[in-house]
């Protein structure tokens, strides 16, 4: 397994402990709505869209980052990853969950020199349930919570956030994503994408990143 699978310089890439940096780093998906180019090329990304999203529903944080553009490891250690992954998903302050996983659009293969790519956009309901104990409880823990969701209804859309009566944010995610088959990358591997963004720039070349902004 979020967007994740997203954003900084290296110093602060190994400081991330929050669930925005999952999102760069974990590219949730199911089988959706398609819009396919070759036949052959797109089964082949089916299939590992298809053991992507089993390795999501099973959290196998391990076999996830095995679907990861590896050449994020190039600027982060997978182990460290991996550590910031375990802790930005269960933690002494909240738990997240995934919920309603699904790819809205894959778009046609086209290869970029020695590379092939595919632009994904896909969506999920993300659930933040903070572990508020008595003591926090006590000294303001529910209005910490809803200034959070005021936060991520800012970057989200409120229309795109709320807080249930047990005090769980829920945020309804849709992001880009780039699936890619190049010489670091054997078989079909995800990164997610944003316009402007440091990580994204570091991880994929400007001819790159303005060949995928064509496709809406």
Request: hydrophobic share 40%; net charge positive.
């Amino acid at each position: 397994m979020s967007s994740a699978m997203h954003r900084v310089s290296l110093s602060k890439f190994k400081k991330m402990r929050s669930f925005l940096f999952a999102c760069t780093v974990l590219i949730f998906c199911a089988c959706g709505s398609k819009k396919t180019a070759d036949k052959e090329t797109d089964n082949t990304l089916t299939q590992r869209l298809n053991e992507f999203m089993k390795a999501n529903d099973e959290m196998n944080l391990e076999k996830v980052l095995d679907y990861t553009y590896p050449k994020i490891y190039t600027i982060a250690p997978r182990a460290e990853v991996l550590k910031v992954m375990r802790q930005t998903f269960d933690n002494d302050q909240v738990k997240v969950d995934i919920d309603s996983m699904k790819v809205d659009s894959l778009y046609p293969v086209f290869k970029l020199g020695k590379g092939s790519y595919a632009k994904v956009k896909y969506s999920m309901l993300m659930l933040m349930n903070f572990k508020v104990t008595k003591d926090s409880a006590d000294t303001g823990g529910a209005a910490q919570t809803e200034m959070i969701r005021q936060s991520l209804a800012q970057q989200y859309g409120e229309e795109n956030v709320r807080m249930d009566d047990k005090g769980i944010i829920h945020i309804r995610v849709k992001s880009p994503m780039v699936a890619i088959k190049d010489e670091l990358s054997k078989e079909w591997t995800f990164v997610n994408i944003k316009e402007g963004d440091a990580m994204t720039e570091k991880m994929l070349s400007k001819e790159l990143r303005e060949k995928l902004a064509t496709y809406n």
